[in-house]
């Protein structure tokens, strides 16, 4: 078995993620070109109530079995995985089989009563199966991180990717011709087929490290099916309720974001029909918003999630020696790192918003909502390390609390606001720019009676000089610069601004060697 270190099994699973993030960007690029916005939103007024579904039955489930797994393995008791393993598989199974059925008898009411557009019924039937296989594959991706073997996980997240990229373009084109609603349903049976892949993948795995670990006379947890055959009524009962003590906390914050994510869609679309918008027209802004929008607006999430995990560790270590002064100095390397990274996005995002859309999803009557969001992606920017420090110097409740007083506000101001026919779709993305600050601004408020901290503002005033000088470079090359290929000049002209920023931003210090190595992927390339 390839047991790693935490710093390598962390570096595997971040270049993992950041591989996952662009791949998971082309078909939200080409997927609209292939059914349309009206179809993204079919897609998206869905993928909520899995994505509550899935969080409710396996949310815990992965972090409890690595802790239960790793607790055993440092115990020196590795035979005790073979129930951990069996139990988990029994909860997960059961459990995904069982939110399978309802979701198929209840997606007619679902569809009728509680989403606006009863389309989206075959793209709900169509995301069932996937319960029942991300429950399982939940349990085996725990189990391998607890054994400290982080490559089945990163690379069963990977070809899943790539097969959920194939099967969403594929089969989406395939079902085109029967309607829009029928589009959206094969994007989604894609989605599916990549879970699929993703699970055999895990499966193949540990068929192999039994095979290791028989020939080098190991303990090996059974097969599923022989586990289950071979269990007690009173050990099943004892590892659940070990298994729930951990998953179910864990369940509870990762809940209120994917019911936030519900509510919000539920109440985009009825607010967009009480303001008198058509229901198809409704549903087209909606999937323009959540599906091209937004994943445009987090791109650079990639870069800033990779700060925050690489934040994590340094701030324990410090906290455990009681060095507060490293802790302040790391985050606030962290943050200005954040800005000075996310900054040159959003001014490209914001001055050139209407060629952008024009050229990644062919369509330039979005790019308002673009240009409205994009200066204010700092603050969600800044939200990712804020966020880590507040995990690692165990204030995750605080963390939560911070994001569910933003996720209510959002709620309100999304049914207030774009229920108003003067703002339409503009109010829930007032709504979502009010929750990004909201959110942002407790979490420093926190970190700051926490640490005794204070948030770099001149720093934050750098940035944003240097990001209006840029802004207004771009906008200048983009209108005198001469190319007959609208998408060389996009990008030309971006190139271009994008120097201007980080030759203002070494002038005015923010960033130098050392910050550059904080960030995990380019830390190889800067080593002295």
């Not at 029994?90 to 009411?109: D, E, H, N, R």
């Not at 966020?387 to 110097?393: G, N, P, S, V």
């Not at 979490?443 to 926490?450: D, N, P, T």
Request: aromatic share 8%; hydrophobic share 55%.
């Amino acid at each position: 078995m390839n047991k790693q270190t935490f710093i390598q099994g962390t570096m595997i699973l971040l270049a993992a993620g950041i591989i996952n993030r662009i791949l998971g960007f082309i078909p939200r690029i080409l997927l609209p070109r292939v059914i349309g916005s009206e179809g993204v939103g079919l897609y998206q007024l869905g993928y909520p109530f899995f994505l509550v579904i899935v969080t409710l039955i396996s949310g815990g489930i992965p972090l409890a079995v690595a802790k239960l797994v790793a607790e055993a393995e440092s115990s020196g008791h590795p035979e005790r995985s073979k129930s951990i393993l069996r139990t988990s598989l029994v909860f997960a199974a059961s459990a995904g089989i069982l939110f399978t059925l309802l979701t198929i008898v209840l997606a007619p009411w679902v569809t009728r009563n509680l989403l606006t557009d009863s389309r989206v019924y075959e793209t709900f039937i169509s995301m069932s199966p996937m319960i029942a296989i991300v429950s399982i594959s939940s349990v085996y991706r725990g189990y391998f991180q607890g054994k400290q073997d982080m490559i089945p996980s990163a690379l069963s997240s990977i070809l899943e990717t790539v097969a959920r990229i194939i099967g969403v373009l594929w089969f989406s084109y395939l079902l085109l011709p029967k309607g829009i609603e029928y589009a959206a349903a094969g994007a989604m049976l894609g989605v599916v087929a990549g879970e699929i892949v993703g699970l055999a993948v895990l499966l193949w795995q540990y068929r192999r490290l039994r095979r290791i670990e028989q020939k080098s006379g190991a303990v090996i947890p059974e097969a599923p099916d022989q586990a289950v055959l071979s269990s007690g009524p009173e050990p099943f009962l004892r590892g659940l309720k070990r298994l729930m003590l951990i998953a179910v906390p864990v369940t509870g914050g990762r809940l209120v974001g994917s019911l936030s994510y519900l509510l919000e869609s539920i109440v985009t679309a009825r607010s967009l029909l009480i303001a008198g918008i058509a229901t198809g027209v409704a549903t087209s802004q909606y999937g323009a918003l959540q599906g091209m929008i937004i994943p445009l607006l987090t791109l650079p999430g990639a870069l800033t999630s990779s700060l925050a995990v690489s934040l994590v560790p340094s701030l324990a270590e410090a906290q455990a020696r009681g060095d507060s002064r490293t802790i302040q100095l790391r985050l606030h390397q962290s943050i200005r790192l954040a800005l000075v990274t996310g900054a040159p996005f959003a001014a490209v995002m914001y001055v050139l918003a209407e060629p952008l859309c024009l050229f990644i999803y062919d369509n330039a009557e979005i790019a308002g909502m673009l240009r409205t969001m994009a200066p204010f992606a700092l603050f969600l920017y800044a939200q990712a390390p804020l966020q880590a420090t507040l995990q690692a110097l165990d204030q995750a409740g605080k963390a939560l609390m911070n994001t569910l007083i933003g996720a209510i506000v959002k709620i309100v101001l999304i049914f207030y606001l774009a229920s108003n026919p003067s703002f339409g779709i503009y109010g829930a993305v007032i709504a979502i720019i009010i929750n990004f600050i909201i959110v942002t601004l407790l979490h420093s408020f926190s970190v700051k009676r926490l640490l005794k901290y204070s948030l770099p503002f001149a720093d934050l005033f750098k940035v944003c000089a240097a990001m209006v000088i840029m802004a207004g470079a771009a906008t200048l090359l983009y209108n005198e610069l001469s190319f007959a290929n609208p998408a060389m000049l996009l990008i030309t002209s971006s190139v271009l601004s994008g120097l201007v920023y980080i030759i203002l931003c070494a002038v005015m210090g923010m960033f130098d060697l050392s910050d550059l190595r904080r960030i995990p992927i380019l830390r190889r390339l800067f080593r002295t």
